[in-house]
């Protein structure tokens, strides 16, 4: 019995110190568990984003790289840009100040995701508004989404450009436009995904047939132009929905052509000038 | 009575303080004085009269037990305590589970994340956690031997038929405990293997009115959600839980009454002389029996304190998502059996065979009247029962995936190496090795053993599920099999390993594999492209440490 007595309180003894020490690692374990929660979460938003968001805000969140779901081809970008300084930079970024958002940046992007924006093509996601996605799935997304947020992305310049009312204003400020090389940008903005190549012959799919919009153009709004009417549109598409597309009437307002080729070319407004040295013969 | 202050002034304070605690002691043991617990302790003869059999006249805790037991079952045979240590497990359950309960809503909405609440927030909610749930497998492991030894033993003979019979409901109860909690952090795993247990309820031998009225009350609604996981709740912490404390004191009740029956060879054949222990052969309840139990629990506590910290982790999948089916869905390891057999027959008839075997097992001894309990004269008995053991055994083995339910060969490879749920030697390569590039199948990377042995798992994988048309092909120094007619292997695919930066700290890793239809060299007869990520702090290296999570 002795022997029984020993053994027990041994073991009793080596329970307690590992208990002990496992109370000693706990503050670090607590730590590392927090941060495998979120990276766990961001695995997931990973994946939600590439089967359910990167067909509009591109593969890299940049809104430059599209592809689409179907037929893997590459088409414009539909959505804002989301690995993008105004979306994620600081604690009151300047997304959430246009639209006079006063709570925290995760809840700003989950409340974007889970409700969509109304009189855009991006939708409601949230099971509670009718959407696919359930909370857990919209809080791995924002994760995900906020995860782009890094040093290297928000210590850079952010980049606007002053667009002109005017197409001539525009084209004034700027050499005159290439037309081969605009040919190549209107392929590389997803253009032709959905208008064709008017040059080759190559119909348009989707939107509105640009082969004659030279004489067309003119046309459509009372006052304007061809070119400024073109100018117009790109930058912000909403205002005239064309009467004509391939498959019936146009659909719209919200019109199904992007709606962030102002924020897409301030880069380099050049290349606007280029497009429509393309579209425009010049 | 004297009062403390009228000791203290008789015979100052010390000898009043010895005195008082002497009293407290001897009203807190219902008997015995601390003299006496450490006469007790030593080994020193009782006083007469005998103050040890006191606590089980007079006090609570011990009225149930007897205070004695016959010399020959004090033993490891041929009990193996294994009654003990059931109640001990049901108590541990009860103890870890209040502490779990604390922490956990048993709503859809938050369950999973209250499970990640536990691990990364609540202090030793870990080990509480792992114990907890290792704690249920080892109870449907001590309770599952208990049966079988009793069995052995041929203790379920007259006159413990009914001892047996709760035993039974015990074991069954045990089962269920077990299940029930399986769904409650609404995980992939959990609510996968609910669903498969519910589609059994609803193919039972009944008619379709009953079935589906029991569907519906076990789910909560016409398919598994809020409804059905505050059940499952209930079951698991109200219902189940006082069942099954029901039919333990009715079972341990019925053991104190027949008493504890003699190994098999130590009495006449048809004799029970369990309740007439002569005085020479008796060990006594306090202090043997109880150090003992003691000593046993105390080793218990060491194992799964020490398991469930070092070697055991209990798992936690995805969020339980209604839309995707995982790969494989396995049942626990204790009712893996079941599947087996539904790969075997219909489904309708295994449902309804499972509880005739239980009906079998619970009224066997009252049909199994073969007087003797000695091992010389149940070879029949015994032998069916080892059969049937070797067919549980062969059973649970057809229940895992590797009988009969294998996918397409690139998708086991790719689910091999990345798979949706839990670790895998790719996933458990700490992240400063995670270089990026495009890799082969074998490839040896200088410098990075882990991205190395990763590689050669792959290597292995596609030499297992490939087959080629070229004799002496190799995947990473393996030679492939020569294809054969209507083989279900790659033939001579081409495998690789992208490994990319996504964003900060988050990595891409895709495995490609596509091999060409030999017959019509323009089609791809596989083609897969198996995205995953991989993030800097997902701590997967340090899950691969247990021994149930190897990568």
Known sequence: ?282 | MATFFDQVKEMGFKQAFVAKSDEAVERLTAGMNISDIRSALRGDEPRRPNPRLRPHADGFWLHIRPSFYHNEITRVYPTFHLGWLSTFMFVWETITGIFLMIFYTPSPLIAYSNMWNILSNVPLGQLMRNMHRLGAEVMVLVVALHMLRTFVTGSYKKPRQFTWVTGMLLLVLTLMLSFSGYLLPWDQLSYWALTVFLSGAESAPAPPVINQNILLILQGGPSLGAGGLLRWYLLHVLLMPLLLGIFFFVHYYKVVLHGFSLPPGREEIGEDSAKRVPKNERTYFIPDILTSEVMWTALLSLFLVAGALWFWDAPLEHHADPVVTPLHVVAPWYLSWSQGWLKLAPKTLVIGFIPALLVAFIVMPYFEIGKSRRYADRRVGLSIAMLFIAFMMVSNWMGTPRFRVQSSPDMEVATKLLPQEGVSPILGIPPDYLWEGEYLPGQVVDGNPHLTYGLEVFAQQMVRHSCTNYPGTTIGGSVLDDCEENDHRMPDPYATMTITQVQNGLMGIDINISALDPENPDNYLYSLNWPSFRHVDSNYEEECTFINKRC
């Not at chain 1, 941060?35 to 990167?54: D, H, K, P, V, W």
């Not at chain 1, 912000?236 to 080729?261: K, V, Y």
């Open chain 1, 1 to 282: 019995m002795q022997v029984k007595v020993a053994i027990g309180t041994i073991a009793l003894m080596l329970t307690m110190v590992i208990l002990g020490y496992s109370v000693l690692r706990e503050p670090t374990r607590l730590e590392h568990f927090a941060a495998a929660e979120l990276g766990r979460s961001i695995e997931t938003g990973a994946n939600l984003y590439n089967n359910n968001c990167a067909n509009c805000h591109g593969v890299d969140g940049k809104s430059e790289e599209c592809y689409d779901s179907a037929s893997g081809e590459l088409i414009g970008c539909q959505g804002l840009p989301l690995n993008y300084q105004p979306l994620l930079c600081g604690d009151a970024t300047d997304r959430m100040i246009a639209m006079n958002w006063q709570g925290t940046k995760q809840a700003f992007i989950q409340s974007t995701i889970a409700s969509g924006r109304p009189g855009t093509v991006m939708p409601t996601w949230s099971d509670q508004f009718g959407g696919p996605m359930r909370p857990d799935q919209i809080r791995n997304l924002a994760n995900f989404v906020l995860n782009w947020e890094s040093e290297e992305l928000c210590s850079g310049p952010v980049i606007t450009f002053d667009w002109a009312e005017n197409v001539e204003d525009f084209l004034a400020a700027f050499p005159d436009g290439d037309g081969a090389n605009g040919k190549a940008l209107f392929v590389t903005y997803g253009c032709s995904g959905c208008h064709g190549v008017p040059d080759e012959g190559v119909a348009a799919a989707v939107g509105p047939d640009l082969s004659a919009i030279a004489e067309t153009g003119a046309t459509r709004v009372e006052g304007q132009t061809a070119e400024q009417y073109v100018y117009h549109s790109i930058l912000l598409p909403n205002d005239f929905i064309a009467p004509e597309c391939p498959n019936g009437p146009c659909a719209g307002p919200p019109s199904a052509m992007p709606a962030n080729f102002s924020l897409r070319m301030a880069t380099n407004p050049q290349d606007m000038s280029d497009i429509l040295a393309y579209l425009f013969g010049n």
